[in-house]
């Protein structure tokens, strides 16, 4: 309408005894609010799908940020700190060499020398390590997945099963590393909060994805940690989020089940 | 007496350097080039012929491994000392695979470098105390896995959870009916069952039947 006001007219016929069109009856609606309410809800929609592009976007630059930083630390440390380290041993070995036969007290200064070096050398590997594992790199997936589980079993009470079958030995670095997080993660929160005393992790391709599914036989979680619902003020339990969106950005998708007898199984599967 | 020719292979100068004056005290040897990667170790391998290479592990463009199984291809008689950084069981098992002479740690004296050249000189091994066990622990792990063969068959790799699944399987029950029995959802039971099959080598219902009923999990 000219006034700016939008009608909804309808026209119905109204029939004769014989059927035939005796005239027209016309209603016509006001749908002015209507249509203003439609188009609001319709802007409003589109606002939070952009909005949550953005969202994903950010999510997924930030987690290539950190991933990109911690390698760039790591390889530093590893090139520089470490093979520093490694020349400065080698030179006190020498000077070892020399006053072992001559001089007590130097060389009891040496050995103290010789034994912080090394030391220096194995925390800045740990540092290093924890930050990014060069394996990855070097021998893939698989090999480093072992590596992780050998030197958690290691250090905590657990037995760690696992099982992998037809993965290919490179693929696609930020699914390979994906892969390695959750893993690193679930693992991590099994040790922390299940109390299990086996976990099982299996890594197999289906067809044109690989599944990673690690199950134990902990205390399970409870309902509500399930769903990822905002956590209690205070409290921070990032982990089953932190996985979700690591194996959402590589556009797999991920489960986790916690059964009433106990224990959690979770499951990320990453189309190749 | 002629000198044991030595190529170092490292991508930090700095601990080429190390290296060589370490060498220099022992008269026998000689260092006769340096490679900063895998793809110049094979090609000074190749032209400048060392009874000995002194290998890095964590290098650009090709790593210690990949460089270890070209030079022994190239000719199996130029002997490889790793000299790592890195202890973990993967790299040593694997490259003891490659055919390694020796795996010394930066971390260790460097008189176990020298060492390990006299050894492999003479046409022995030399592998510190951590790579010794991991090598040990490597050889065990293959008997026992030998001698299990038979009797495993996967079964025991199963977890508590895909056992349940692997009984109900057997027993005919659907995904459905096995999803509402142990109260977790069809995706879940799909996926253990789809594991279940990749352990037990099975591919269908029939052969995992057979299975349960050889292990007596079922009876006929």
């Known amino acids: ?272 | 007496m002629t000198k044991t020719k030595v190529l170092i292979v490292d991508d930090h100068r700095v601990v080429i350097e190390g290296i060589k004056s370490a060498l220099s005290v022992s008269p026998d040897l000689e260092v006769i080039g340096e490679a900063l990667n895998g793809h110049q170790a094979i090609k000074k391998a190749k032209s400048l012929k060392p009874d000995i290479v002194i290998m890095d592990i964590s290098m650009p463009d090709l790593n210690g491994i990949d460089a270890t199984l070209q030079i022994k291809k190239l000719d199996p008689r130029i002997k490889i000392i790793i000299f790592s950084m890195y202890s973990n069981r993967e790299y040593v098992v694997d490259l003891f695979k490659a055919g390694i002479s020796s795996y010394v740690l930066k971390k260790d004296p460097m008189s176990d470098l020298v060492s390990a050249i006299k050894a492999v000189e003479r046409g022995g091994t030399y592998f510190t105390t951590i790579s010794s066990e991991i090598l040990l622990n490597y050889v065990k792990e293959l008997d026992d896995s030998n001698n299990n063969i038979n009797n495993a068959n996967g079964f025991e790799s199963l977890s508590l959870r895909e056992r349940e699944v692997f009984q109900l399987l057997s027993e005919g029950k659907s995904i459905k009916e096995i999803a509402e029995t142990l109260g977790i959802s069809r995706k879940t039971v799909e996926t253990h069952k789809y594991n279940i099959m990749e352990k037990l080598h099975a591919k269908n219902i029939t052969e995992l039947t057979k299975l349960a009923i050889k292990k007596g999990i079922i009876q006929l």
């Open chain 1, 1 to 272: 309408m000219p006034d700016g006001t939008i009608w909804d007219i309808r026209a119905v016929p109204l029939f004769g005894e014989q059927g035939e069109v005796k005239g027209v009856i016309e209603i016509a609606l006001n749908i002015t609010e209507r249509k203003r309410a439609e188009e609001d809800l319709k802007r409003i929609n589109e606002q939070l799908i952009k909005e949550h592009r953005q969202r994903k976007l950010l999510s997924k630059r930030l987690i290539q940020l950190l991933e990109k930083r911690n390698q760039k630390i790591s390889m530093d440390l590893h090139d520089h700190i470490g093979q520093s380290l490694v020349t400065i041993k080698i030179a006190l070995d020498m000077i070892h060499g020399r006053t072992a036969k001559t001089d007590n007290t130097l060389t009891a200064l040496v050995e103290k020398a010789q034994t912080k070096t090394v030391q220096a050398i194995e925390d800045v590997e740990k540092i290093a390590y924890g930050l990014r594992p060069s394996m990855i790199d070097n021998l893939g997936l698989v090999p480093s997945l072992r590596d992780l589980f050998k030197e958690l079993q290691d250090h905590a009470k657990i037995k760690i099963h696992f099982f992998n079958r037809g993965i290919p030995k490179r693929f696609d670095a930020e699914k390979e590393l994906a892969i390695f997080r959750v893993a690193q993660e679930a693992l991590c929160n099994v040790l922390k909060h299940s109390q299990a005393e086996n976990c099982f992790v299996n890594l197999v391709t289906k067809g044109n994805s690989i599944a990673l599914s690690v199950e134990d036989d902990g205390i399970g979680i409870k309902p509500r940690e399930k769903k990822c619902t905002p956590p209690a003020p205070g409290k921070v339990p990032l982990g089953l989020v932190f996985m979700q969106e690591r194996v959402v950005q590589v556009k797999g998708n991920f489960t986790v089940e916690s059964r009433v007898g106990g224990g959690v199984h979770l499951v990320a599967k990453i189309p190749l």
